[in-house]
């Protein structure tokens, strides 16, 4: 009989990952925008907005995609990455200093560790109804920062029992016991405890996705598939 993890309906809650419509293509896309976004002056937001499309429009590729599909480029670059700062009580759009960074420097190892340092739930890449929700729910959380605690507390404890080998975390873990956890997004989990529990469960052959879980059950009340509980 198959055992699965199961996080108890009041603790759980799913946060959402932006996935951009440019993640197959993620270095060459920063990249470009980066540089096309130092080369737009301080100006009022909807001048800037305009330079800003433009520059989207002529990437190569991007020529001929529809409306809505440059809209979603023009909200998740700066939402993600922070490239520009637009400031609607004064009108003023500009630069962010980490396009400049990234364009005087063209070092995306670098820039991703600003990212990741930064990168945190409740943010500015979520709507602010699903900010709202969070907020509502006590949740502050840094997911690589967390997530390099774990396997740092999993290290040890391998190390403890005199066990040989490097922690690591899938996917569906990283998923079930601390993505959709309200235990852990508001810090009453330990990265120790999470290492813990996936250590247990891969000893003991506990399983994770369940099709018969109502947690995971879509509006239409019909079961997710793995891939996406996991991708969200």
Same mark, same amino acid.
């Given at each position: 009989?198959?055992?699965y993890?199961?996080?108890?309906?009041?603790?759980?809650h799913?946060?959402?990952?932006?996935?951009p419509?440019?993640?197959?293509?993620i270095?060459?896309?920063?990249?470009y925008?980066?540089?096309?976004?130092?080369?737009?002056k301080?100006?009022?937001?909807?001048?800037?907005?305009?330079e800003?499309?433009?520059a989207?429009?002529m990437?190569?590729?991007?020529?001929?995609?529809?409306?809505?599909?440059?809209a979603?480029?023009?909200?998740?670059?700066?939402?993600?990455?922070?490239?520009?700062?637009?400031?609607?009580?004064?009108?003023i759009?500009?630069?962010?200093?980490?396009?400049?960074?990234l364009?005087?420097?063209q070092d995306l190892?670098?820039f991703?560790k600003? @990212? +990741?340092?930064t990168?945190?739930f409740? /943010?500015?890449?979520?709507? !602010?109804d699903? #900010?709202? $929700?969070?907020?509502?729910?006590?949740?502050?959380?840094?997911p690589?920062? @967390? +997530?390099?605690e774990?396997?740092?507390s /999993?290290?040890?404890?391998? !190390?403890?029992? #005199?066990i $040989?080998?490097?922690m690591?975390?899938?996917?569906?873990?990283?998923?079930?016991?601390i993505?959709?956890?309200?235990?852990?997004t508001?810090g009453?989990i330990?990265?120790?405890e999470?290492?813990?529990?996936?250590?247990?469960?891969?000893?003991n052959g506990i399983?994770?996705?369940?099709?018969?879980?109502?947690l995971?059950?879509?509006s239409?009340?019909k079961?997710?598939?793995k891939?996406?509980?996991?991708?969200?």
């Amino acid at each position: 009989m198959t055992t699965y993890y199961k996080i108890p309906a009041e603790f759980y809650h799913r946060i959402h990952f932006v996935r951009p419509r440019f993640k197959n293509n993620i270095e060459n896309v920063l990249l470009y925008m980066a540089t096309e976004c130092c080369h737009i002056k301080t100006q009022s937001c909807s001048g800037y907005s305009k330079e800003y499309v433009r520059a989207i429009k002529m990437f190569p590729g991007n020529i001929g995609l529809s409306d809505k599909t440059i809209a979603n480029w023009r909200t998740e670059i700066p939402a993600l990455f922070g490239f520009y700062e637009e400031d609607k009580a004064t009108n003023i759009t500009k630069t962010s200093p980490l396009a400049f960074f990234l364009n005087d420097n063209q070092d995306l190892t670098q820039f991703f560790k600003f @990212f +990741l340092q930064t990168f945190q739930f409740p /943010g500015g890449h979520l709507r !602010a109804d699903e #900010n709202a $929700e969070l907020i509502s729910l006590g949740i502050k959380f840094k997911p690589a920062k @967390f +997530l390099l605690e774990v396997l740092k507390s /999993g290290n040890e404890q391998y !190390a403890a029992q #005199n066990i $040989e080998k490097e922690m690591s975390i899938s996917a569906e873990e990283a998923t079930y016991c601390i993505f959709n956890d309200i235990r852990v997004t508001t810090g009453m989990i330990t990265p120790s405890e999470v290492a813990k529990t996936i250590i247990y469960n891969r000893k003991n052959g506990i399983k994770y996705y369940n099709s018969n879980d109502p947690l995971i059950f879509s509006s239409k009340n019909k079961p997710r598939s793995k891939g996406d509980v996991i991708r969200y």
